[in-house]
């Protein structure tokens, strides 16, 4: 009876975590189409490369300056209003790029189709968090984070064909087409799930004054997404100029990675179920890590070209694996009244690092070289694997704020 009555819970779960990746993969190629429209700007448009870049780094703009904004009203009205409102407000923002006139106009426009979708960055993580269960959280946050590397990819594939067929217009419209089905999928499908009087009540008192559990999990995701950044965003320069290979097999090593470490979010997702924690592991995999781009460093200073290729694919998997494990450790920590913020601001940080980064990136690359920039980013994972905080003051922080959710609560049915 009890394994009956548990079944279209778990089957209601899985609906909706398949939504929210859809859903998430949707909003990414949203905020990413104007990055693989540079080339089409550029050659086709006559448009600068500067100015190009402006319009790709504007969904970025607007994702930093409403995150904390949009888990703060996840808190407050819950899951299912915030997606249905906020995903339908992302449509609206893409028709307004189509219909924008100039470049001033589809930049602001493209802001606000940045500044709309980050309502599923926060709202898909806490929902998830609510439905499934402790034992099962971890994978579930871990396939929950493979939607932005899938939606990259499907950018990547797309964008530029339907901008070579049908114009800048048939290449946003893409992801806004995808975005209104996920909001139709949201309708159907999405519930939030429930929270009763009493573990409100357990959960009034702000986890950031608790402790610094949190504050620390949100510096060691910054020092952590740097190698991620730098290996996603450089590898291609460094297989194509440090090594002479060409555009299509260094692309291709870079995709692979790529697809590659959304399974190591899953995998380390699944590990962290069956160790009982989100924070050891998070420990171990920077450790590792700062060793295997230290590893890269060196084949690279060797200029052996497949050593250094496996290490690349090696080191990527790895520099991503953390991702799922902080964001479920966050939403846990933070609780039912306090989630969306926290997990908010954990996104925030990681945005505005990885905005950040890339011109003193490229300086480093400029000076020294590849080789040397790696091992000289190792430096963060090393400084990130001490500030993780132990699992003794992660559940104290957990007990003060969320005493009575030890398994997300139960789900309406």
């Not at 052996?304 to 799922?324: E, H, Q, R, T």
Request: hydrophobic share 55%; aromatic share 6%; glycine share 10%.
């Amino acid at each position: 009876m009890e394994t009956a009555s548990r079944a279209p819970i778990a089957a209601r779960s899985w609906a909706m975590l398949a939504v929210m990746v859809f859903g998430q993969a949707a909003t990414t190629v949203v905020t990413v189409t104007p990055a693989f429209l540079i080339p089409y700007l550029h050659a086709e448009q006559g448009m600068s490369l500067a100015r190009a870049g402006v319009l790709a780094g504007a969904p970025s703009l607007g994702l930093v300056l409403t995150l904390i904004a949009w888990g703060a009203l996840t808190d407050r009205f819950g899951e299912r209003r915030v997606l249905l409102s906020g995903l339908t407000l992302t449509v609206l923002a893409v028709i307004g790029s189509l219909l924008a006139q100039g470049f001033v106009w589809l930049g602001l426009a493209l802001v606000a189709s940045g500044a709309m979708s980050a309502c599923i960055n926060n709202a898909s993580g806490r929902l998830i968090s609510g439905w499934f269960p402790a034992d099962r959280r971890g994978l579930a946050m871990g396939i929950r984070q493979t939607c932005q590397p899938v939606g990259t990819a499907v950018a990547a594939l797309a964008v530029p064909a339907l901008a070579n067929e049908f114009g800048i217009h048939g290449a946003l419209a893409f992801g806004g087409v995808l975005t209104l089905i996920s909001v139709i999928a949201c309708a159907f499908v999405v519930i939030d799930p429930q929270i009763t009087a009493k573990q409100l009540a357990a959960v009034s008192s702000n986890p950031y004054r608790e402790s610094g559990t949190l504050a620390r999990i949100h510096a060691v995701s910054v020092l952590l997404v740097i190698p991620q950044f730098v290996l996603s965003s450089f590898g291609l320069v460094w297989f194509v100029i440090g090594f002479g290979w060409s555009e299509l097999a260094a692309g291709t090593l870079v995709a692979a990675a790529q697809l590659l470490g959304a399974g190591g979010r899953i995998a380390a997702g699944i590990w962290s179920d069956a160790a009982g924690s989100r924070l050891r592991p998070i420990r171990l995999i920077a450790v590792a890590c700062a060793a295997l781009l230290l590893i890269s460093a060196a084949f690279g200073a060797a200029d052996w070209a497949i050593p250094a290729a496996i290490a690349y694919v090696l080191v990527s998997c790895v520099s991503v694996a953390d991702n799922g494990l902080a964001f479920t450790a966050v939403a846990e920590i933070a609780g039912p009244r306090w989630s969306g913020r926290a997990l908010g601001t954990q996104n925030t940080g990681q945005f505005l690092a990885s905005g950040l980064l890339p011109p003193l990136i490229g300086a480093m690359i400029a000076a020294v070289g590849v080789p040397v920039t790696l091992a000289l980013v190792a430096v963060a994972p090393l400084l990130a694997a001490p500030i993780v905080p132990s699992e003794r003051d992660a559940h104290a922080t957990a007990n003060r704020t969320a005493r009575t959710r030890r398994d997300g609560g139960a789900p309406r049915s």
